[in-house]
């Protein structure tokens, strides 16, 4: 109120002779400029929300609090857990972490309100204890299941997601998965990349698209045509709603595949046709969220093949999704 109060003061000390204006054009300057005043002052205090909501999150104290650093891909930072103690093997394949192994936490939202969500990579006997401490601090576990088959030791996966401030959130989670042997020191550098094998070009030629390749895993993130939203925000690829495929070599010139079709009740039996066309097994169906939209269904696979007739059939599984 000082402010308005120091408009309509501005001719106060004035004569009214020496006045630029008569006495009512005076007084309907003052009510005007403690009007301009009101608004002035409501308008900052109407900011305050937004400009608290601007400040988005900061990334550093949740790499403190998780032990490693992330990567931000648009107003999502996600930070990665891969399951480098276990050596697991399907059908004599020794899977790569990166492959079908890698536990990981995305992060939106600002320092205050925050949300987290993933997938954890867990061993039966790790699951409940990890469960537990997830749910005792307000997570909420979105699926259970398993991704592949037949895989030694059996590997679990466990989804959830959590609401409130960001680094509480990380230092829960952190809490949640030392209940593992999931490796939580800081991982060391990844080496200098080098050549990639024969088998990348070969297959992002097929797909048309470019990968990732790391760590002898070649992986594709390709999303979805529409928007995905849960709990009133959007969704991006980051944040698990991404067509997520993995190759690896597995032989002269074959290739070991898994990953997950994003898909709408709509596309299951085709692309399910699709695959099984060209051999790709289908190891699960399931969801792995509770309240997004639309509804999407996950579906898992794996298979060993030649590189191009592998890469032939994801192609021809991807043609019957809606994807960018």
Known sequence: MRLAQAFSDRYSDLNESDRPFGPIAIETRRKVAFVKARILILSIVLSCPVMLLAQGMDTAKID??????????????????????????????????????????AFSGNDNDAAVMGDLVL?????????????????????????????????????????????????????ALAESKTPLDKPAPPAPAAEPPAFVKTIEDTLGTKGRFAGGVLSFGIPRAGAITDHGMTLTGAQGVAEAINFQEAGAGKVATTGDFVLTAEEVDPVISALEEHDIQVTALHSHMLTEQPRLLFMHFWTVGSTESVAAGIKAALSHVAVK
Do not use: C
Not at 73 to 84: A, W
Not at 86 to 95: D, F, T, W, Y
Not at 138 to 163: C, K, Q, S, W
């Open 64 to 105: 403190e609090a998780l032990g490693r650093s992330g990567q931000k891909t648009g107003d999502v930072y996600r930070l990665g857990f891969p399951r480098t103690d276990l050596h697991v093997s399907i059908a004599g394949v020794e899977v790569k972490p990166g492959l079908a192994l890698g536990s990981w936490a």
């Open 123 to 175: 061993l039966e006997n790790e699951l409940t204890p990890v469960m537990k401490k997830l749910r005792a601090a307000g997570f909420d576990i979105t699926a259970v299941h398993n991704h592949v088959l037949n895989e030694t030791p059996r590997v679990i996966y466990l989804h959830y997601m959590g609401h409130g401030k960001s680094v509480e959130l990380a230092k829960s989670l952190h809490a």
